[in-house]
């Protein structure tokens, strides 16, 4: 989830048109304002007069009062639960192939439910686009994967067959977490390009190539330093995909350099790190204990239902413990990926703590579990609110010097993200 | 908010805010109706939309209405009471029934769509997958069968198999081979295994294990058995149950991606149970065959029956153990909590195949098959066979190497199902097989 915060609102309309041509000539007086866009000097004063006062806004490149930014979100268990009661039904009675929709619409009340100065975020996606990038992905990725590695198993001498699959296994998993990098970004995009506030979208460029490649590297580092890389890895991945988002024509801004982007949050991730290591030697230990019987013996364990039943329970025993452990760092890495994000010299701050995200991940745990998943919608919008409502702003801007971004994004949606199951988180 | 004009000829205007999809300002404007033309009207901008051109987007969670002209960024919104009085105004536009036609059509093709996909997992896929089988090259299958023959030797040890006991089982299989007109050569193996069951490969591989061996009391058996694998190599059983997984698969993961909620798992659990259905069919068709091989081959055809009997008696027999243990346990009536619990779980997950429903059928069956009563092997050879295993295991592969092995496998995740491939391996659960 490296883009949760406020970033994760995304995009615009799905064939929306030049906006000029939206428009019909009559409305050429708002093209005034385009003149001064960027510059310093204080725009002369366009043919709108602005109602509003008119000295102070003089120094702005619009001509309108700078703003600053109030987020708020309005979600409610009364406006998702009937979203989520539908698309339950649906979902079941299509044998899932509603999801595209379903997804579509808790979106959509997600982002008109969260305001900008008073007014709503709007998601332009569409099930469709979501739909057919599924398809695309699934011919054009799935299906040849598939395919080659049957021809595989049916053209490769028997006796070689593992030795072949040992050889193509290290580049095969590194396709996969290529691939899984891609559809993060290109998931991301899709996200951006059809979130829209005041009419104008954001948008992700640069190149998803890049961003794939930083991930396999991050997750090789990771895996080297024992996890020691993995809050240095999740603020540098941030950082490239905030340096590449954008709200219209104007670019978020990121530190220039990478050191120190995770310092604040190493403290909480030693905590989360210490309780996981000595938690999975506690879990061993009881593990051992539960079969220790038949080992004794020399025997094989019986791993009969009430052992396996056992050995689940200690293991969701220890992930729990692991989890409330790790609320300090999810916290902290929330709250240290909004202060690293700047847009038009506003920063932000995310007021997020431990106890108050652990009661929304504790409630978001047992609503999952009890609904068998069905109850997602409702988890992500808690969540959703949680962030929106404790993401602040500081500084102003001159919000109405900002223009149309002229990428109006991909064609269709996240297929890839889909295919990997990770489509769903917002 | 609307003002609330006191003329009473000239109604309340109707304000709506608009964002021009250029910049990021919003304007505060004056909506009327002008001929086929829709005019918003502020401060510092006129224009006019085609109302022809008009779509309307999903409203707000407050009830706002929001209208946009085709393909614009441009965005009006109407609060509920603006938009109460566009509405006469915008019958077409605004009329919120044909919102929800539109999700009833859409949940209703999906639907069907849906349905279609699962009709044709169902009816389709079996009905192509016999004669799709029958039209898989016969070296496509070996080959498939060589590799899977290979697996089963990965994780199970192969037992010294006398030369006396190795030959007698090969002259079964050579008779089965020729009376069932197998297209492949019947390759008998015999494994240690700690679980009675035999199955078929692609190919022509049937594997036996020795616990299953130990388990039956005479030659006939052992030959009721193999006739019915022979049937299920012979009939194509397994390359059919392959494609009919693997297409299965296919449309599985087109249905539901990735997924992993609750409509994904009864998806899922859907298509298993139609599996086991389809498993239980060719079960049921392969002892229709084997009884007909066995009277071609001239052996004892009662010897299936007798074997499903044997199976129910192990069945029953495990049963009774562990109820005297529950019984016993009952007796000191100082049954914890879990114990119970422990009991509960046994005795839920406590299955039984239709092992006496075959057992009927077969014996009604071979009722009317003849037999010259002649033996299907000596007993010497028997007592060969029998013995096979105890005499001395042949080990594969080091225990390292058949580690290493096992951890590729597990991550070789899509070439897994063909190496279950037997149909009779699906519910295998320790204490119960298939013949």
Same mark, same amino acid.
């Given at each position: 989830?490296?883009?949760?915060?406020?970033?994760?609102?995304?995009?615009?309309?799905?064939?929306?048109?030049?906006?000029?041509?939206?428009?019909?000539?009559?409305?050429?007086?708002?093209?005034?304002?385009?003149?001064?866009?960027?510059?310093?000097?204080?725009?002369?004063?366009?043919?709108?007069?602005?109602?509003?006062?008119?000295?102070?806004?003089?120094?702005?490149?619009?001509?309108?009062?700078?703003?600053?930014?109030?987020?708020?979100?309005?979600?409610?268990?009364?406006?998702?639960?009937?979203?989520?009661?539908?698309?339950?039904?649906?979902?079941?009675?299509?044998?899932?192939?509603?999801?595209?929709?379903?997804?579509?619409?808790?979106?959509?009340?997600?982002?008109?439910?969260?305001?900008?100065?008073?007014?709503?975020?709007?998601?332009?996606?569409?099930?469709?686009?979501?739909?057919?990038?599924?398809?695309?992905?699934?011919?054009?990725?799935?299906?040849?994967?598939?395919?080659?590695?049957?021809?595989?198993?049916?053209?490769?001498?028997?006796?070689?067959?593992?030795?072949?699959?040992?050889?193509?296994?290290?580049?095969?998993?590194?396709?996969?977490?290529?691939?899984?990098?891609?559809?993060?970004?290109?998931?991301?995009?899709?996200?951006?390009?059809?979130?829209?506030?005041?009419?104008?979208?954001?948008?992700?460029?640069?190149?998803?190539?890049?961003?794939?490649?930083?991930?396999?590297?991050?997750?090789?580092?990771?895996?080297?330093?024992?996890?020691?890389?993995?809050?240095?890895?999740?603020?540098?991945?941030?950082?490239?995909?905030?340096?590449?988002?954008?709200?219209?024509?104007?670019?978020?801004?990121?530190?220039?350099?990478?050191?120190?982007?995770?310092?604040?949050?190493?403290?909480?991730?030693?905590?989360?790190?210490?309780?996981?290591?000595?938690?999975?030697?506690?879990?061993?230990?009881?593990?051992?204990?539960?079969?220790?019987?038949?080992?004794?013996?020399?025997?094989?364990?019986?791993?009969?239902?009430?052992?396996?039943?056992?050995?689940?329970?200690?293991?969701?025993?220890?992930?729990?413990?692991?989890?409330?452990?790790?609320?300090?760092?999810?916290?902290?890495?929330?709250?240290?990926?909004?202060?690293?994000?700047?847009?038009?010299?506003?920063?932000?701050?995310?007021?997020?703590?431990?106890?108050?995200?652990?009661?929304?991940?504790?409630?978001?745990?047992?609503?999952?579990?009890?609904?068998?998943?069905?109850?997602?919608?409702?988890?992500?919008?808690?969540?959703?609110?949680?962030?929106?409502?404790?993401?602040?702003?500081?500084?102003?801007?001159?919000?109405?010097?900002?223009?149309?971004?002229?990428?109006?994004?991909?064609?269709?949606?996240?297929?890839?993200?889909?295919?990997?199951?990770?489509?769903?988180?917002? | 908010?609307?003002?609330?004009?006191?003329?009473?000829?000239?109604?309340?205007?109707?304000?709506?805010?608009?964002?021009?999809?250029?910049?990021?300002?919003?304007?505060?404007?004056?909506?009327?109706?002008?001929?086929?033309?829709?005019?918003?009207?502020?401060?510092?901008?006129?224009?006019?939309?085609?109302?022809?051109?008009?779509?309307?987007?999903?409203?707000?969670?407050?009830?706002?209405?929001?209208?946009?002209?085709?393909?614009?960024?441009?965005?009006?919104?109407?609060?509920?009471?603006?938009?109460?009085?566009?509405?006469?105004?915008?019958?077409?536009?605004?009329?919120?029934?044909?919102?929800?036609?539109?999700?009833?059509?859409?949940?209703?093709?999906?639907?069907?769509?849906?349905?279609?996909?699962?009709?044709?997992?169902?009816?389709?896929?079996?009905?192509?997958?016999?004669?799709?089988?029958?039209?898989?090259?016969?070296?496509?299958?070996?080959?498939?069968?060589?590799?899977?023959?290979?697996?089963?030797?990965?994780?199970?040890?192969?037992?010294?198999?006398?030369?006396?006991?190795?030959?007698?089982?090969?002259?079964?299989?050579?008779?089965?081979?020729?009376?069932?007109?197998?297209?492949?050569?019947?390759?008998?193996?015999?494994?240690?295994?700690?679980?009675?069951?035999?199955?078929?490969?692609?190919?022509?591989?049937?594997?036996?294990?020795?616990?299953?061996?130990?388990?039956?009391?005479?030659?006939?058996?052992?030959?009721?058995?193999?006739?019915?694998?022979?049937?299920?190599?012979?009939?194509?059983?397994?390359?059919?149950?392959?494609?009919?997984?693997?297409?299965?698969?296919?449309?599985?993961?087109?249905?539901?991606?990735?997924?992993?909620?609750?409509?994904?798992?009864? *998806?899922?659990?859907?298509?298993?149970?139609?599996?086991?259905?389809?498993?239980? *069919?060719?079960?049921?068709?392969?002892?229709?065959?084997?009884?007909?091989?066995?009277?071609?081959?001239?052996?004892?055809?009662?010897?299936?029956?007798?074997?499903?009997?044997?199976?129910?008696?192990?069945?029953?027999?495990?049963?009774?153990?562990?109820?005297?243990?529950?019984?016993?346990?009952?007796?000191?009536?100082?049954?914890?909590?879990?114990?119970?619990?422990?009991?509960?779980?046994?005795?839920?997950?406590?299955?039984?195949?239709?092992?006496?429903?075959?057992?009927?059928?077969?014996?009604?069956?071979?009722?009317?098959?003849?037999?010259?009563?002649?033996?299907?092997?000596?007993?010497?050879?028997? *007592?060969?066979?029998?013995?096979?295993?105890?005499?001395?295991?042949?080990?594969?592969?080091?225990?390292?190497?058949?580690?290493?092995?096992?951890? *590729?496998?597990?991550?070789?995740?899509?070439?897994?199902?063909?190496?279950?491939?037997?149909?009779?391996?699906?519910?295998?659960?320790?204490?119960?097989?298939?013949?």
């Amino acid at each position: 989830m490296s883009d949760t915060e406020n970033g994760s609102a995304g995009g615009d309309e799905a064939g929306a048109e030049q906006p000029a041509e939206g428009t019909t000539p009559e409305a050429a007086q708002s093209e005034a304002s385009t003149a001064g866009a960027g510059a310093e000097a204080p725009a002369e004063p366009p043919a709108e007069p602005p109602a509003e006062p008119p000295a102070a806004d003089a120094e702005t490149a619009s001509g309108e009062p700078p703003e600053s930014l109030v987020f708020s979100q309005h979600a409610t268990w009364g406006g998702i639960v009937p979203i989520t009661l539908l698309n339950a039904l649906l979902n079941i009675i299509t044998l899932t192939l509603w999801r595209f929709w379903g997804r579509t619409r808790v979106r959509r009340y997600l982002w008109s439910s969260t305001t900008v100065n008073d007014t709503p975020l709007e998601y332009t996606g569409s099930g469709w686009e979501l739909f057919r990038s599924f398809i695309i992905v699934m011919l054009a990725i799935f299906l040849p994967i598939y395919a080659l590695m049957f021809a595989g198993q049916l053209l490769l001498p028997p006796e070689q067959f593992m030795l072949y699959f040992g050889l193509a296994y290290l580049p095969i998993l590194l396709f996969f977490s290529w691939l899984l990098g891609m559809a993060v970004w290109v998931a991301r995009r899709y996200r951006l390009s059809r979130t829209t506030w005041r009419g104008i979208r954001l948008g992700q460029t640069g190149s998803a190539n890049r961003f794939a490649w930083a991930s396999v590297g991050y997750s090789i580092l990771t895996s080297i330093t024992l996890g020691w890389f993995a809050p240095a890895a999740e603020m540098r991945l941030t950082r490239l995909l905030w340096a590449d988002s954008f709200y219209g024509d104007r670019r978020f801004k990121v530190p220039a350099s990478e050191e120190g982007l995770a310092g604040p949050t190493y403290g909480a991730f030693a905590l989360a790190w210490i309780s996981g290591v000595v938690g999975y030697f506690a879990f061993i230990a009881v593990y051992m204990f539960l079969v220790w019987d038949t080992i004794e013996a020399g025997g094989q364990p019986d791993f009969d239902i009430v052992l396996l039943v056992k050995i689940y329970a200690a293991l969701l025993v220890y992930m729990i413990i692991v989890g409330v452990f790790s609320l300090p760092y999810a916290a902290a890495l929330l709250r240290r990926k909004a202060e690293i994000v700047t847009f038009e010299g506003v920063t932000f701050s995310i007021k997020a703590t431990t106890l108050g995200l652990g009661w929304i991940y504790a409630g978001n745990f047992l609503i999952v579990a009890l609904t068998l998943g069905l109850g997602l919608p409702i988890a992500q919008m808690r969540l959703w609110r949680y962030i929106f409502n404790r993401l602040e702003a500081q500084g102003e801007i001159d919000i109405a010097a900002i223009r149309q971004n002229a990428d109006k994004g991909p064609k269709s949606g996240e297929g890839l993200a889909d295919a990997f199951d990770i489509g769903n988180v917002i | 908010m609307p003002s609330i004009s006191a003329m009473s000829s000239d109604p309340a205007p109707i304000i709506g805010q608009f964002a021009d999809g250029d910049t990021a300002q919003i304007h505060t404007v004056t909506v009327a109706v002008e001929d086929d033309r829709l005019a918003l009207t502020g401060d510092s901008l006129r224009l006019y939309w085609r109302i022809k051109r008009l779509r309307r987007l999903p409203d707000r969670p407050d009830g706002s209405v929001v209208i946009s002209e085709d393909q614009s960024d441009a965005r009006l919104s109407l609060d509920p009471d603006n938009a109460a009085r566009l509405r006469p105004l915008l019958p077409k536009l605004l009329d919120d029934r044909k919102i929800r036609r539109g999700t009833w059509m859409l949940g209703g093709s999906l639907t069907a769509l849906a349905a279609g996909l699962a009709g044709f997992m169902v009816y389709g896929l079996p009905l192509l997958s016999t004669p799709l089988a029958h039209a898989v090259p016969l070296d496509v299958e070996a080959r498939l069968g060589a590799r899977s023959n290979q697996f089963v030797a990965w994780f199970t040890d192969e037992c010294e198999t006398p030369e006396a006991a190795q030959a007698a089982l090969d002259s079964l299989g050579d008779r089965l081979e020729t009376v069932s007109q197998s297209p492949f050569e019947l390759k008998l193996r015999i494994v240690d295994a700690p679980f009675p069951n035999a199955f078929a490969l692609p190919g022509g591989w049937i594997v036996v294990t020795d616990d299953l061996i130990d388990m039956m009391e005479s030659p006939d058996e052992l030959a009721g058995v193999l006739a019915h694998e022979a049937a299920h190599v012979a009939q194509r059983h397994v390359m059919a149950a392959q494609l009919r997984e693997m297409g299965a698969g296919v449309l599985l993961e087109f249905l539901i991606g990735g997924g992993t909620g609750a409509g994904q798992e009864i *998806a899922r659990t859907g298509a298993t149970l139609e599996s086991l259905r389809h498993s239980r *069919a060719a079960e049921a068709e392969a002892d229709d065959y084997a009884l007909a091989y066995l009277e071609a081959a001239d052996m004892n055809p009662e010897a299936l029956a007798d074997f499903f009997d044997r199976m129910q008696s192990v069945f029953e027999e495990l049963e009774a153990e562990a109820e005297d243990e529950e019984d016993a346990a009952e007796d000191d009536s100082v049954r914890s909590h879990q114990e119970r619990a422990e009991d509960w779980l046994r005795a839920t997950l406590r299955t039984h195949p239709d092992t006496t429903r075959r057992a009927d059928t077969a014996r009604e069956a071979a009722a009317g098959l003849s037999w010259s009563g002649a033996a299907v092997m000596s007993d010497e050879d028997w *007592a060969a066979l029998d013995a096979v295993c105890e005499t001395g295991v042949r080990i594969n592969d080091t225990a390292m190497e058949r580690a290493a092995d096992r951890i *590729a496998d597990v991550l070789s995740q899509p070439g897994k199902d063909e190496d279950e491939a037997v149909s009779d391996e699906v519910d295998a659960q320790p204490g119960e097989e298939q013949e």
